[in-house]
């Protein structure tokens, strides 16, 4: 079981940066792949970026490429999500989430973007943009 808890959300203005942290329990956590999602009402979860287990291979929604970055701490049991230049099309609900079990490369590679694949999800953690 894991167990995900997200911060670091809050009232921005369009430019400004934030980090998200989600910190997450159990034993198994340096051995998951990881994800960000972000959803607003009305909408579908949206696929934000993933890192696999070591903290490499990282993937990006195009909407968010080169102002996001996806890191991770497996000592610290935690995933982070910094996000600059923020834009008021970034405004919503984010969401960590975390697989039942470990993924091999290609499961990784071909599922990191589909909210189904995830099992486990944080209660989220409110971002808004103001322009």
């Known amino acids: 079981q894991v167990q995900l808890v997200e911060s670091g959300g809050g009232l921005v203005q369009a430019g400004g940066s934030l980090r998200l942290s989600c910190a997450a329990s159990g034993r198994t956590f340096s051995t998951l792949s990881m994800a960000w999602f972000r959803q607003t009402p009305g909408k579908d979860r949206e696929f934000v970026a993933a890192i696999w287990w070591n903290g490499g291979r990282p993937y990006y929604a195009d909407s968010v490429k080169v102002r996001v970055a996806v890191s991770r701490d497996n000592a610290k049991n935690t995933v982070y999500l910094q996000m600059n230049n923020l834009k008021p099309e970034d405004t919503g609900a984010y969401y960590c989430?975390?697989?039942?079990?470990?993924?091999?490369?290609?499961?990784?590679?071909?599922?990191?973007?589909?909210?189904?694949?995830?099992?486990?999800w944080g209660q989220g953690t409110q971002v808004t943009v103001s322009s």
């Open positions: 989430a975390a697989p039942k079990s470990p993924w091999n490369v290609a499961f990784y590679s071909r599922n990191y973007p589909h909210p189904t694949a995830y099992d486990y």
